[in-house]
C-alpha cells in the first residue's frame, strides 16, 4: 500500500528525515515509534500528500501521494484535528457528509456513540479539545478510508471514546484496512499493531 524509498525531508535548516525507507503492505497495522520532534507527523503528512519530499520516492496504492486518485482511499486524523471554528458540530459533519455523499444521519449516530450527541448545535470554536478530538476524528473517517492515517488519535480521549476508537481500528484492521498510526502510548495501542517503523535518534 505505502512504499517510501530514500525520502528526505527538510524543515528550514534541519534535516528530519534523511534517506528513510519503509514498505506497508496493505491490510498491515503500523506503529510509527521516534522520539519528539524525530519526524513522525511529518512522515503521515508526507504519506497524506500534505507534505513535499524534499528527495526520494513516495508511492500510495501505486501513485504519489497527491494524486487525487488516493484522495477517497485515505483518511488522516490529523493533530491538532483542522476544523471550522464558526460552524456547529452538525454543520462540520454535515460538510465532510456532503464531500462523501454519506447520509449526515449515520455521522450523527457515530457522533453520538462517542459523546457528542448533545454538542450538535455548539460551535466547534467552543468545543473541549477532547470534543474537538472526537469530531475531527469523525470526520476523517467518515468515509471508511482503506488507509487510515493517525496522528496521536487518543490524546484528549476519555476512556470511553478511546475504547470507541480503538474498537475501530480493530475492526478496519480485520476488515483488511491499512493502519499508519502515531501513539505515545503503549497501553493505548496494545493489540491493535502488526509492526513497528522507527524514525528519528533511535532508529
Ligand atoms: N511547519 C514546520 N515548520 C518548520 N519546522 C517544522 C514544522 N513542522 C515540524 N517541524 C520540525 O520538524 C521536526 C519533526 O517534527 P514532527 O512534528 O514531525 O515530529 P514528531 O516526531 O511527530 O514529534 P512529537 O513526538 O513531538 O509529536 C521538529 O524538529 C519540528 O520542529
Not at 1 to 13: F, H
Not at 46 to 74: E, F, K, M, N, S
Not at 172 to 193: E, F, I, K, M, Q
Request: aromatic residues 4%; hydrophobic residues 40%.
Amino acid at each position: 500500500m505505502i512504499d517510501i524509498k530514500n525520502l528526505v525531508v527538510r524543515r528550514g535548516e534541519e534535516c528530519v528525515l534523511r534517506d528513510f525507507d519503509a514498505h506497508v503492505p496493505e491490510g498491515t497495522s503500523v506503529r510509527v515509534t521516534g522520539p519528539n520532534g524525530s519526524g513522525k507527523s511529518t512522515l503521515l503528512r508526507v504519506i497524506a500528500g500534505l507534505t513535499a519530499p524534499d528527495a526520494g520516492q513516495v508511492t500510495v496504492a501505486g501513485h504519489p501521494p497527491a494524486d487525487p486518485a488516493v484522495r477517497a482511499l485515505r483518511g488522516f486524523v490529523q493533530e491538532p484535528p483542522p476544523l471550522y471554528e464558526h460552524l456547529t458540530a452538525d454543520e462540520q459533519l454535515c460538510l465532510v457528509a456532503g464531500v462523501w455523499r454519506l447520509r449526515a444521519r449515520d455521522l450523527r449516530d457515530r457522533a453520538a456513540a462517542l459523546g457528542l450527541g448533545d454538542r450538535f448545535d455548539v460551535l466547534v470554536g467552543e468545543l473541549s479539545l477532547g470534543q474537538r478530538k472526537k469530531l475531527g476524528y469523525l470526520c476523517a473517517t467518515a468515509h471508511e478510508p482503506r488507509l487510515v492515517l493517525l496522528d496521536e488519535p487518543f490524546n484528549g480521549l476519555d476512556a470511553q471514546a478511546e475504547q470507541a476508537v480503538r474498537d475501530d481500528l480493530a475492526r478496519w484492521r480485520a476488515d483488511g484496512r491499512t493502519l499508519v498510526l502515531v501513539s505515545h502510548s503503549d497501553a493505548s495501542v496494545a493489540g491493535l499493531v502488526d509492526d513497528t517503523l522507527t524514525v528519528g535518534a533511535d532508529a
